[in-house]
């Protein structure tokens, strides 16, 4: 039986010019996609293994596009289904499809990625926008692209700021024009109104990956980061935080890292270290982390608390944990046993009641469910999956969990609010709401660590120290 050609060029299963190899059976992928091959000859090795991961991409692109679901998970899903990919197959793949999202603001404009040669024009000039290593397949993706363009010029040009990415990619499609303001969508704009002037620093940074970053808990940061060195991580102290470590940008599996398996580094990025920080709880407070996931803050207050303990200033104070998620509650138990952290209990949210006493703590921290626009960097699909709503449709829940949460803060105690979004909406906006309904807390002034600018509110931008955005405001109550 013969295969049906689309006109567009990809192939549903039969017998085609060349089958892609799938590499097994994707189940839970939608069928139509699944089935999709194309009807091109590929001629080289390279044009044949190209071929194979475009499919294979394609399949997940889609997948990703229609039903909205990250893109971490779908391809968490997929290689759990597909064990016969091998390291380097698994690498190409994420990091290709990583990279499509990175551009989709550029590339969306180029024509119908549901065309083959339109599909391959994207793939060769992602992997040349990011320099990927495996150039011979980004040359296969271009010579399947049929692209009168010549590849050896594509590929002798700069790729490594954002205006040599722009030129490459006119070069590529000349045809089509391309801005830099595409890169996010439309509407984040709208919701982030920053100062005209430091927009293309927020595109660039939310056109990169930024790199790992860890924490040092209970070990100087000095002696974690040789013990890191030594398997070859490229591993190196921040300037901002004594106990911060970058990990660089190469993915690694912590599993097989020792210091990370005894506890003593956390991953946590940098601007979520920010909160902390800024928290800056002593070592006699009792601290509630109201919406504690599973544990980064947490963790981090309590290793603050324990650095900061001295003889005359003895480690007698205690963190709870509150969470809706029973799971990231289990999560937060087994990491603070790892790090063999004691003095954190857990009181799970089962309603909207106070899961702890009122009036008693030193310090509350709301780290509020919000748009995680400020986690773009590290999730690029989550741009074009998003809408206007993830950020305008929360800050009723936010200004809700803030009051019903600062009931827990003792007269004279603290009161943080955080988020990982840029907008104003979830950000500033609920803060004055809040303060508006309870003239009891007014806010305390902070100092930006990466800047050192005094400021009431603070937004850390990702362009500033190479992290993910954040926002934060310290608030404290008199009476
Ligand atoms: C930004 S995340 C917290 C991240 C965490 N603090 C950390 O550092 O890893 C927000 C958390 O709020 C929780 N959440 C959502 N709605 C909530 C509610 N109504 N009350 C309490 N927590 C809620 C979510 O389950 C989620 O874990």
Request: proline share 5%; with cysteine; net charge neutral.
């Amino acid at each position: 039986m013969l295969g049906h050609i689309h006109p567009n060029g990809w192939m549903s299963l039969g017998r085609a010019p060349f089958q892609a190899n799938f590499m097994g059976n994707p189940n839970g992928l939608s069928s139509a996609i699944m089935a999709s091959t194309v009807n091109i000859e590929p001629q080289t090795l390279a044009q044949k293994r190209g071929l194979s991961y475009a499919n294979t991409i394609k399949l997940l692109f889609d997948e990703i596009l229609n039903t909205k679901q990250p893109a971490d998970r779908v391809l968490a899903n997929y290689f759990r289904e597909h064990k016969k990919h091998g390291s380097k197959d698994r690498k190409v793949i994420r990091e290709s499809l990583f990279s499509l999202f990175r551009w989709w603001g550029w590339f969306k404009a180029t024509g119908d990625h549901q065309q083959a040669p339109q599909f391959f024009a994207m793939l060769s000039a992602s992997a040349l926008i990011e320099a990927h290593p495996w150039q011979d397949i980004a040359q296969a993706w271009h010579e399947l692209a049929q692209s009168t363009v010549d590849y050896q010029q594509l590929q002798s040009l700069s790729a490594n700021s954002l205006t040599d990415k722009l030129a490459l990619v006119r070069q590529q499609f000349p045809e089509v024009s391309f801005e830099l303001t595409d890169l996010l969508p439309e509407w984040f704009w709208q919701v982030c109104p920053i100062a005209p002037e430091l927009r293309p620093n927020l595109i660039e940074a939310m056109s990169s990956r930024p790199p790992i970053w860890g924490r040092a808990q209970g070990i100087d940061s000095q002696s974690a980061v040789k013990q890191l060195q030594v398997l070859k991580i490229d591993a190196s102290l921040s300037p901002y935080f004594a106990d911060a470590i970058n990990l660089g940008t190469k993915s690694m599996n912590f599993n097989e890292i020792s210091v990370y398996k005894e506890g003593k580094i956390e991953i946590q990025d940098l601007a979520s270290q920010v909160i902390g920080q800024i928290c800056a709880p002593e070592p006699w407070q009792h601290w509630w982390d109201a919406c504690s996931g599973a544990g980064g803050k947490t963790l981090q207050l309590r290793s603050l608390m324990q650095t900061a303990a001295t003889k005359q200033n003895p480690l007698v104070g205690s963190i709870v944990s509150s969470d809706i998620r029973a799971h990231a509650l289990e999560e937060l138990s087994k990491r603070a046993q790892r790090a063999r952290f004691d003095g954190i209990s857990i009181a799970r949210w089962r309603s909207d009641a106070l899961p702890v006493d009122a009036n008693h703590f030193d310090g509350v921290l709301v780290d509020a469910p919000c748009s995680c626009t400020g986690t773009w960097r590290r999730n690029p699909d989550m741009r074009w999956l998003d809408s206007l709503d993830a950020v305008t449709d929360k800050a009723a829940l936010q200004l809700d969990i803030l009051s019903r949460s600062s009931k827990a803060v003792k007269q004279g105690g603290s009161l943080v609010y955080a988020t990982c979004s840029l907008s104003p909406v979830e950000n500033e906006q609920v803060v004055c709401a809040f303060l508006q309904q309870h003239p009891e807390f007014s806010l305390v002034p902070i100092r930006h660590p990466f800047t050192g600018e005094q400021t009431e509110m603070l937004t850390v931008w990702p362009f500033e120290a190479n992290t993910d955005g954040m926002f934060v405001a310290r608030m404290q109550r008199n009476y």
